[in-house]
């Protein structure tokens, strides 16, 4: 269950095992904000630190630009593996468990953030269902890294951000210089199901829908195709050129592997206690003229099937919240309103609440996790279903990037729009959700939709066929 904890003598083991890797902050260490009298592009200082150790760029609303961390924790089916300076430790342990952990072991300087991404999977640490046979590569279902010190630009000015917790706030290392870009090859996309297979797979949760199993659940379509190592960066760079996003961001986990994100949604934003969560459901493309484009909007706007479908995904949400927020606090500020981006228009709604004063961050991410927009409602008879239908794991995609504040404040993305990268390989999902007025074909156009970035990043023909075995 979700609100499950490890007693107290075995949290207080964990606390202790991460100490003895990197110890507590030190007392009366201070947070430190100093203004940078730099000119550059976010772009061009990412350029320059992108091959640094733990590379890590939240590219918006603000550019965040981080490296070199003190300490880095990543969970692969259960088993954590943690590196610091002071060397690496493995044991077998629950992702949400560990993070609560090292809240605790390294709590308290505000400017000391963990970041990185929660895996979708890490929901079967939390209720009891399936996961499908296939994952990709060796990408972890957690990668979390504890940062001191970042840059951030917020669209006039730089500024370093940092505490002296462990070690004096610095810019030494801030100058490095990467190697070329090399351009990305153009090649086949391979999709999982096939087109006829994800038609078949939303006829099949209609009608589940209509036999009273679930009222809505998110299936994802997998996209896969060639991609070395080298052209990791220059995919990011088109992708986010094609589709800026409110949430992009760019994770090197080093050893060729990479997270690359594109989203535009708000899994959970909580800052002073308050909790603020944007779901997003519907979706249409661009036009191809202005007056296309405004006749796809309005039928969005009124379209009686996607607002069913967003109002179940935010009474999700708010039932998520509820868990841990104030009793009557959680409220709807917005519903339905338009987003519209470079390749699609969406609507979204915004939920907020206020978290109980025993509640933490990772309580939160506890009561919400996954994302309510990617899983369906019920939320457990979704996950089910999607692990019955899908031939793979999800990874990083659909799950979540982000941050927290050893203080205590966190933001993350539900990672919609979100690729990633391994063994020359690199994979994005599409995922749609599906509801009793659902029809095949108009899904599988929207997964088209959604996926027209990747594709056109690629610059690679639609070609299905039998996805590449690991």
């Known amino acids: 269950m ?32 100093r203004g940078l009298d730099w000119q550059r592009q976010p772009e061009d200082v990412a ?6 150790s733990g590379f890590l760029w939240l590219d918006q609303p603000r550019a965040r630009l981080l490296t070199n961390p003190l300490a880095t924790i990543s969970i692969t089916d259960k088993r954590a593996t943690v590196q610091s300076p002071s060397g690496t430790v493995d044991w077998l342990g629950s992702g949400f468990d560990v993070l609560e952990a090292a809240l605790e072991a390294w709590g308290g300087p505000a400017e000391a953030w963990l970041c990185g991404y929660l895996g979708y999977e890490l929901g079967a640490e939390l209720e009891d269902v399936p996961l499908p046979r296939r994952r990709d590569a060796d990408l972890p279902d957690l990668h979390l890294a504890l940062y001191d010190r970042r840059l951030e630009h917020d669209g006039a000015q730089w500024r370093l951000c940092g505490t002296d917790a462990w070690r004096p706030v610095s810019t030494e290392d801030l100058s490095a210089r990467s190697a070329p870009d090399e351009g990305v090859a153009g090649g086949m996309v391979c999709t999982t199901p096939s087109a006829e297979g994800f038609r078949d797979a939303v006829a099949r ?42 949430y992009g961001a760019f994770l090197d986990l080093g050893g060729g592997k990479s997270v690359l994100s594109m989203s535009p949604e708000l899994f959970l934003q909580a800052e002073g206690g308050r909790v603020r969560s944007c779901p997003i459901k519907g ?10 484009d405004q ?13 069913a479908e967003l109002a179940m995904i935010v009474d999700v949400t708010r039932n998520d919240l509820g868990r841990v927020c104030r009793a009557g606090s959680v409220r709807v500020e917005k519903h339905a309103e338009l987003m519209t981006l470079p390749t699609v228009h969406h609507t979204y709604s915004e939920v907020t609440g206020v978290l109980r004063e025993e509640c933490g961050p990772a309580d939160l991410l506890r009561a919400c996790f996954p994302p309510a927009s990617i899983t369906g409602a019920p939320k457990i008879r979704a996950m089910e279903v999607a692990a019955e239908e899908e031939e793979y794991r999800r990874g990083a995609a659909m799950g979540s990037v982000g941050w927290i504040s ?12 979100t690729a990633a990268a391994a063994r020359g390989r690199v994979w994005y999902l599409a995922g749609c959700g599906i509801t009793a007025g659902s029809v095949p074909p108009e899904e599988l156009e929207e997964s088209e939709a959604k996926a027209a970035a990747f594709r056109k990043a690629l610059r690679a023909t639609t070609t299905v066929r039998e996805p590449i075995q690991w």
Request: aromatic share 6%.
């Open 295 to 307: 006749e796809l909007a309005r039928a969005l706007a009124e379209s009686e099937k996607d607002r």
């Open 406 to 417: 050893m203080a205590g404040d966190l933001e993350f993305s539900v990672a919609i729009r």
């Open 205 to 246: 949760a209609v009608q589940r829908i209509y036999h009273g199993e679930l009222f809505q659940v998110n299936l994802c379509r997998r996209l896969e195709a060639a991609l070395a190592s080298s052209q990791i960066w220059t995919m990011y760079r088109r992708l986010r050129a094609i589709s800026p996003a409110a």
């Open 2 to 33: 979700w609100s499950d904890r490890p007693d107290a003598v075995a949290r207080a083991a964990l606390v202790e095992r991460l100490r003895q890797l990197l110890p507590a902050p030190r007392p009366g260490a201070r947070s430190e904000t």
């Open 283 to 292: 979706t249409r493309p661009r036009g191809a003229n202005p007056e296309e």
């Open 47 to 52: 350029e320059a630190l992108r091959q640094q």
